[in-house]
């Protein structure tokens, strides 16, 4: 405006007093208010930007203090030169207290190697790295993943660093960890063999993709042998997975059968297989618990045979009571007939021959008593006494049992001490 109206002076001559014209004095004026209302409105202008570049300060300061994560700059001797709010709260710390002092005050010593080899060459980068520390302030430990980026300026190295807390990250990892481990030993610790396998339409490729110790120990081969081998391998090259097994995974889901696995050694192992079907990273799986049934098979085998013997001593019981229901009808009978010929013989005094064949009859009676008390006493139906007997005749009385049931072409050489009590 000066320069403007020094050059209007010039262009315009004064008078001889040393007075200026009135025309050139106006002309001037307005020019000079002209310019003075510009020169307002540039003022207007000015603090009107002005504001704005305070409230987009307040702006962008409200936003580095309510980050959602952690922000720092430090310089190339790692001293603290800018720092917001968050990384101040994980720290539990002022600020202020972060400013001027290095980052090393407020990493974890076991962090200490990971922060040099994360900042080591940074200047030389131009892209962002990443690592994960774990920050300590004030006996606190927060695990952070940290995103840096070098910035030159003004021939100066700095490094923005964008600083995360992933205590829920890490508390999840760590749970997850915890979580595999436990899944694994209980993989591993399993008395059943534990198989892993891969399906296929193409029954030749299926996989075994993982096997616990009890599978290793019980089939005779190594992790290394099984992983990757086809599962044809544990049934002698026949289907590990049938195909009636396999509509019923595709079905349910789930299934259960038997089949016979094959060692290395080539023992065969009866096993129940409980199967259930699932999808990992796009491949069909299986996970196949088998246990070896060959002790169940064996008890199932002894409980039939039981059952038979059960089955056969019944049959024998029945007819030992029926034999016993006999001898005590035949004895019956024999009696009667006993009592008619003793009658008899009673009446027939004199007739000698007569006499003597009703003595045989009787005497043959006896014998049939005799063979149905032993009948008897074989079923267990008769009372028993506890006194001495004489072994050799207990001998010669079965012999004369055994003689009447015996077959024909059966011969029995029997030798009997003389003197047995």
């Known amino acids: 405006l000066q320069q403007r109206i020094a050059s209007a002076l010039q262009n315009a001559p004064p008078q001889p007093d040393g007075t200026y014209a009135a025309a050139d004095v106006g002309s001037l004026l307005h020019e000079l208010s002209v310019y003075h209302e510009e020169l307002e409105f540039q003022n207007d202008e000015l603090r009107a930007a002005q504001a704005q570049l305070q409230a987009l300060n307040e702006r962008y300061a409200d936003l580095f203090n309510r980050a959602p994560i952690g922000y720092l700059v430090i310089d190339s001797e790692h001293y603290v030169l800018l720092a917001n709010e968050p990384i101040a709260e994980m720290l539990r710390v002022e600020?202020?207290?972060?400013?001027?002092?290095?980052?090393?005050?407020?990493v974890d010593p076991e962090s200490q190697d990971a922060l040099y080899l994360h900042l080591r060459g940074i200047g030389d980068q131009t892209q962002a790295r990443s690592t994960e520390l774990t920050l300590s302030g004030n006996g606190r430990r927060v695990p952070v993943r940290v995103e840096s980026v070098p910035?030159?300026?003004?021939?100066?190295?700095?490094?923005r660093m964008a600083i995360i807390d992933i205590s829920q990250e890490f508390t999840a990892r760590y749970a997850l960890r915890e979580s595999e481990e436990r899944y694994r030993l209980m993989f591993e610790m399993a008395d059943d063999i534990v198989l892993v396998c891969s399906l296929d339409?193409?029954?030749?490729?299926?996989?075994?993709?993982?096997?616990?110790?009890a599978a290793c120990r019980s089939l005779g081969y190594t992790r290394a042998e099984l992983v990757g081998s086809p599962a044809a391998l544990l049934t002698d090259g026949t289907l590990f997975v049938p195909d009636t097994v396999r509509t019923q995974l595709a079905d349910a889901g789930r299934a259960l059968?038997?089949?016979?696995?094959?060692?290395?050694?080539?023992?065969?192992?009866?096993?129940?297989?409980?199967?259930?079907?699932?999808?990992?990273?796009?491949?069909?799986?299986?996970l196949m618990i088998a246990r070896d049934i060959s002790e169940r098979r064996r008890l199932e085998t002894e409980r039939r045979e039981m059952e038979q013997r059960r089955q056969q001593l019944q049959k024998w019981e029945s007819l030992g009571v029926l034999s016993a229901g006999v001898a005590h009808d035949f004895n019956n009978l024999l009696a009667i007939v006993a009592n008619?010929?003793?009658?008899?013989?009673s009446e027939m005094q004199g007739d000698e021959k007569g006499l003597r064949r009703i003595t045989r009859s009787l005497e043959t009676i006896q014998r049939g008593t005799e063979l149905t008390s032993k009948m008897a006493a074989y079923t267990g139906n008769t009372s028993l006494a506890m006194q001495p007997v004489n072994l050799n005749a207990v001998v010669e009385q079965a012999l004369s049992l055994f003689y009447t049931i015996a077959p024909a072409r059966i011969r029995l050489h029997v030798e009997t001490a003389p003197d047995l009590p």
């Open 340 to 345: 008619e010929l003793e009658i008899m013989r």
């Open 95 to 106: 600020v202020k207290a972060l400013m001027g002092r290095p980052l090393t005050r407020f």
């Open 257 to 286: 059968f038997e089949t016979t696995l094959s060692a290395r050694n080539g023992a065969t192992i009866p096993a129940e297989i409980h199967a259930s079907r699932y999808t990992w990273h796009g491949h069909t799986m299986v």
């Open 151 to 159: 910035d030159l300026h003004s021939g100066n190295l700095y490094t």
């Open 201 to 213: 339409d193409r029954h030749a490729t299926d996989r075994i993709v993982e096997a616990n110790n």
